[in-house]
Antibody, heavy 122, light 107 residues
Framework: QVQLQESGPGLVKPSQTLSLTCTVSGGSISSGTYYWSWIRQPAGKGLEWIGR???????NYNPSLKSRVTISIDTSKNQFSLKLSSVTAADTAVYYC??????????????WGRGTLVTVSS | DIQMTQSPSSLSASVGDRVTITCQAS??????LNWYQQKPGKAPKLLIY???NLETGVPSRFSGSGSETDFTFTISSLQPEDIATYYCQQYDNFALTFGGGTKVEIK
């Protein structure tokens, strides 16, 4: 079955750029029926949607993070990636990649990675 | 942005109790509202989509209702395995937002 796996550094210095990759296995990221999202969760807090990308490369971002976020897709590697610039301690969180099913009129996150903890600290 | 106000932020109930969580949207989102369950250390899991549709394989004690700005999530008979945090999520526009979450505990 399809699985998502986040990867990337677990520690990032303040002011630097956080970079994560989500690898899709067991299925094609090029399917035209899914958006691919990044969502984060600080320890003990709620979920925050960061942004998403479609197979065409079209993106939508959380307005509160838009100036610092870039999401890209590499269909040849079956991966999509997140870059978050100028990070601070407030960006410390578990970062999830997730698949949003948009095949029908109902859109929802039907598949999630296990999440990866990224700590921003010097 | 569409803000999602979820309440209560936490609750404690006994096994077998009926549990109700509400989610209020800052503007009309029709029925574009999903509910997720998150257990500690795990990724969220979809329970309800489009406000009232039960995801395949989810026990029927879970249900959802509502439209426009006011939504309700109900567990008809709380079970020990339902201990988790529950989140609503709207997808009315291209800036998705989640509610703040409701932590459900056993009394």
């Amino acid at each position: 079955q399809v699985q998502l796996q986040e990867s990337g550094p677990g520690l990032v210095k303040p002011s630097q750029t956080l970079s994560l990759t989500c690898t899709v296995s067991g299925g094609s990221i090029s399917s035209g029926t899914y958006y691919w999202s990044w969502i984060r969760q600080p320890a003990g807090k709620g979920l925050e949607w960061i942004g998403r990308i479609y197979t065409t490369g079209s993106t939508n971002y959380n307005p509160s993070l838009k100036s610092r976020v870039t999401i890209s897709i590499d269909t040849s590697k079956n991966q999509f990636s997140l870059k978050l610039s100028s990070v601070t301690a407030a960006d410390t969180a578990v970062y999830y990649c997730a698949r949003e099913d948009v095949r029908a009129a109902s859109w929802y996150f039907d598949l999630w990675g296990r999440g990866t903890l990224v700590t921003v600290s010097s | 942005d569409i803000q999602m106000t979820q309440s209560p932020s936490s609750l404690s109930a006994s096994v077998g109790d009926r549990v109700t969580i509400t989610c209020q949207a800052s503007q009309d989102i029709s029925n574009y509202l999903n509910w997720y369950q998150q257990k500690p250390g795990k990724a969220p899991k979809l329970l309800i989509y489009d406000a009232s549709n039960l995801e395949t394989g989810v026990p029927s004690r879970f249900s959802g209702s509502g439209s426009e700005t006011d939504f309700t999530f109900t567990i008809s008979s709380l079970q020990p395995e339902d201990i988790a945090t529950y989140y609503c999520q709207q997808y009315d526009n291209f800036a998705l937002t989640f509610g703040g979450g409701t932590k459900v505990e056993i009394k």
